[in-house]
């Protein structure tokens, strides 16, 4: 499709492990945010990168997170020793630049047990 | 520091009925202003932007909305609700110099019942 495409829809891993988070961006979008959204509230920014780099990663609560976009297009968010309080809905847009119109995938809920 | 404040949490209509949701935003700079929808089980889908020009937004399925720059509001209005615009509701703000690095408000759910 020519949406945002996050995989996996759904992960479920135990307190302290490792997860890794895709995103497809729509093809040609430069941009590319991540957002994280906890129940009961609004998404909550992470990270945005322009092209390859990380223009502002203001958003990432602590050095567990971390995100990369190697070739500007897909883009994998990475959460080391994960804790309970990491159980959210990751979300992940994209747009054509930094001021025009921002597509959202459908989000991967992370729960750690 | 910036942060969007959305007075209405919960919010029950019956079909044809108006509606105003509120948003309320602290910004100290020029600002870029949104109004996102979620309807169940899809992803969050932009209803309608203020950049700049008619405070006065139109977006798409009949919804608008008001920039008020003196009391730092942009509300979302509707004339007549369907039971299809039962969904949630985020009022959004970014700086207009760093993009879509958006601040979220916590919500809104709509139901409309037929």
């Known amino acids: 499709g020519a949406g945002v495409s996050q995989t996996p829809s759904n992960k479920v891993t135990e307190k302290g492990k490792y997860v890794e988070l895709r995103c497809d961006p729509i093809?040609?979008?430069?941009?590319l945010y991540w957002y994280r959204q906890s129940l009961g509230q609004g998404p909550e920014f992470l990270i945005y990168f322009q092209g390859t780099g990380a223009a502002d990663d203001s958003g990432l609560p602590n050095d567990r997170f971390f995100a990369v976009r190697p070739e500007g297009s897909v883009s994998t968010l990475k959460i080391q020793r994960t804790e309970r309080g990491d159980s959210a809905v990751y979300l992940c847009?994209?747009?054509?630049?930094?001021?025009?119109?921002?597509?959202f995938g459908q989000g991967t809920r992370l729960t750690v047990v | 520091a910036q942060s969007v404040s959305q007075h209405n949490h919960h919010v029950i209509l019956s079909e044809a009925a108006s509606l105003e949701l509120g948003c309320n935003y602290s910004?100290?700079?020029?600002?870029?202003l949104f109004w996102y929808v979620q309807y169940p089980g899809q992803h969050l889908q932009l209803l309608l932007k203020y950049f700049s020009g008619d405070p006065l937004v139109k977006g798409i399925k009949g919804f608008e909305a008001e920039f008020i720059k003196s009391k730092f509001s942009f509300n979302l209005r509707k004339p007549s609700v369907q039971w299809s615009d039962t969904a949630e509701y985020f009022c959004a703000v970014a700086s207009a110099n760093t993009g879509n690095q958006f601040y979220f408000g916590t919500g809104t759910s709509l139901t409309v019942i037929p």
């Open positions: 910004y100290g700079g020029t600002v870029n």
């Open positions: 847009a994209s747009s054509l630049n930094s001021h025009t119109e921002a597509f």
């Open positions: 093809s040609g979008h430069t941009a």
